[in-house]
């Protein structure tokens, strides 16, 4: 863990797409500490003195005897994303696919030693080459991330899922040329909705309430909104409407059942104000190195555990709905007695002029030009907002 905190500090936080003769050097060096204790091995390395050997078939000999073994960092520790299809396809169904000849360890990222801040980088250099990647977060680094899953562009799942499909080239493309990250799947965690404690029956009463947020972007829409923005982690959350910090909550419909919100607050929104969308996503010189038939069943596997992510998502969304309401469907969670508040037509209209005269003016401004474009030329016309540089 040393290296990666090392070579996190050599990077910085900010972006950067040089490669100068001093950013070659470091990325040799942190590729050189990837082999020896996070990269790809192999099990002819275990039982041998000697320098490990390249990775699938080279120049000079056959690839290694033994099976191949890889390091990945999943997602968020806890949540069912890693819990039941993360961590099995990493243990288990990876070992099968392959046949015997790849194994993974999987770490989940927030337990990994490495700070969100750093990932991105790290993957870029190749000193994590497996890893998953919050684009929220990475969105500090690189803005245009961020536009396939702004607030309020996606109330519901079937939007999700179509604007998602069409910024999804962007989001290739702006890993691939500007981190050397190859994306072989997009996830995404079940939506992110409004809990409060007092009574509310569209988003236009919420003016002058305290809420926690988790984004920069969702604090845009809470202030906008008449609000007040207050930042808290997750895990303070229920302690922070306790004491009065708060009034309402913005977190994960199931999530937020599972650490007690339903104790806390008495009625919760449908609609669906972010969801949280990562990308698993491999260092493109590591995925070279692996032999092509590997690749394609790579490919194919983590494509169906991508779907399956997908599906339990909107599943899950609905259960937390269902949970904290105490319905009978309540399968997942701890039933609960709130009230769910319907989407309105005055809600619908106010989230596209959110969406329109807020949340893309913004993010385009911290964004630049650059990402005018990429709205426009994926988003825009679907969505019948465009965006101005």
Request: glycine residues 10%.
């Amino acid at each position: 863990m040393q290296f990666r905190r090392l070579a996190a500090s050599l990077l910085g936080t900010g972006p950067s797409r040089s490669r100068g003769p001093g950013r070659a050097a470091l990325l040799a060096a942190c590729i050189g500490l990837m082999l020896a204790g996070c990269g790809l091995t192999s099990d002819a390395r275990a039982q041998s003195s000697r320098p490990p050997a390249p990775i699938g078939p080279t120049p000079s000999g056959p690839a290694p005897s033994g099976p191949i073994r890889i390091k990945v960092i999943g997602g968020l520790a806890g949540v069912s994303q890693y819990l039941r299809y993360e961590a099995p396809f990493w243990q288990q169904r990876l070992s099968q696919i392959t046949q015997g000849r790849m194994t993974a360890e999987i770490e989940p990222s927030d337990r990994s030693g490495i700070r969100p801040a750093e990932m991105l980088h790290l993957m870029r250099l190749g000193v994590v080459p497996f890893g998953t990647l919050l684009l929220a977060t990475a969105a500090a680094d690189e803005p245009e991330l961020a536009g396939g899953d702004l607030p309020t562009l996606n109330p519901d799942m079937q939007r999700l899922r179509e604007n998602t499909r069409a910024y999804r080239p962007r989001i290739l493309r702006t890993l691939a040329d500007n981190y050397d990250i190859e994306v072989l799947a997009i996830y995404t965690y079940p939506a992110q909705v409004l809990f409060c404690t007092r009574p509310f029956a569209s988003l236009s009463d919420l003016d002058g309430r305290r809420i926690r947020t988790s984004s920069v972007g969702q604090a845009d829409v809470i202030t906008a909104l008449g609000a007040i923005s207050v930042v808290t982690p997750f895990n303070e959350t229920v302690s922070a409407m306790r004491n009065g910090q708060a009034e309402c909550a913005i977190t994960g419909s199931l999530s937020g059942n599972t650490i007690g919100l339903p104790d806390v607050t008495s009625y919760v929104h449908r609609m669906a104000i972010t969801w949280g969308l990562s990308v698993f996503g491999v260092h493109r010189p590591s995925w070279n190195a692996l032999p092509a038939d590997l690749r394609q069943i790579l490919r194919q596997g983590i494509s169906e555990l991508e779907s399956e992510i997908w599906a339990a998502a909107e599943r899950e969304t609905e259960e937390g709905l269902a949970c904290n309401a105490g319905q009978p469907s309540c399968r997942g969670g701890r039933p609960g007695r709130m009230q769910i508040v319907p989407v309105s037509e005055e809600d619908e209209h106010r989230r596209r002029l959110l969406l329109r005269d807020v949340v893309l003016p913004n993010w385009i401004e911290r964004c630049g030009p650059a990402c005018a474009d990429a709205w426009n030329e994926s988003l825009g016309a679907s969505v019948g907002i465009p965006a101005r540089p």
